[in-house]
């Protein structure tokens, strides 16, 4: 592996650890509010007024498990960070698919109608973006040598 290699994976480990850091936290958030305050926590762009409501027990359960997610996805990315850092080419791919996979749903589901700032949210997926691509970019340099 070359000096440029070896840098692109320390830079994907402070990425990954960045972005799980900031995903635990949010979930650690999540699972300690009620309902509303959940969803206004995650739905930043949205007045917080407007979520108020007397929930169901069972939307509150669901919100936790989200939480829940959250939670385990910055645990393992922040985990996989620190594999990518000693060149685990498995946790390339393992941290890719935690960290990719659950951006792109926030992506699709609630960055993309407007929900969230830029800030935190939207920064986190190109936080982990970048971290994919550069650690992409090292497997697959391997890959062929």
Same mark, same amino acid.
């Given at each position: 592996?070359?000096?440029?290699? *070896?840098?692109?994976?320390?830079?994907?480990?402070?990425?990954? @650890?960045?972005? /799980? !850091?900031?995903?635990?936290?949010?979930?650690?958030? @999540?699972?300690? =509010? %009620?309902? =509303? =305050? /959940?969803?206004?926590?995650?739905?930043?762009?949205? %007045? +917080?007024? *407007?979520?108020? +409501? %007397? &929930?169901?027990?069972?939307? /509150?359960?669901?919100?936790?498990?989200?939480?829940?997610?959250? !939670?385990?996805?910055?645990?393992?990315?922040?985990?996989?960070?620190?594999?990518?850092?000693?060149?685990?080419?498995?946790?390339?791919?393992?941290?890719?698919?935690?960290?990719?996979?659950?951006?792109?749903? &926030?992506?699709?589901? @609630? %960055?993309?109608?407007?929900?969230?700032?830029?800030?935190?949210?939207?920064?986190?997926?190109?936080? #982990? /973006?970048?971290?994919?691509? !550069? #650690?992409?970019?090292?497997?697959? #340099?391997?890959?062929?040598?």
């Amino acid at each position: 592996m070359t000096k440029t290699q *070896s840098l692109a994976l320390k830079i994907a480990t402070v990425l990954w @650890v960045i972005w /799980g !850091l900031v995903h635990a936290f949010a979930g650690i958030m @999540v699972l300690t =509010s %009620d309902a =509303s =305050s /959940g969803f206004a926590a995650i739905a930043d762009a949205i %007045d +917080a007024e *407007s979520l108020t +409501a %007397d &929930y169901n027990a069972a939307v /509150g359960g669901i919100l936790n498990q989200h939480g829940w997610n959250l !939670l385990w996805f910055g645990v393992a990315t922040i985990i996989g960070g620190f594999l990518i850092w000693r060149g685990n080419m498995t946790a390339i791919w393992v941290t890719g698919m935690v960290g990719g996979l659950a951006d792109l749903g &926030y992506l699709l589901f @609630v %960055d993309f109608p407007g929900y969230v700032n830029f800030f935190p949210g939207t920064l986190m997926t190109f936080i #982990s /973006g970048s971290a994919i691509v !550069l #650690s992409f970019w090292v497997w697959l #340099s391997n890959r062929n040598a």
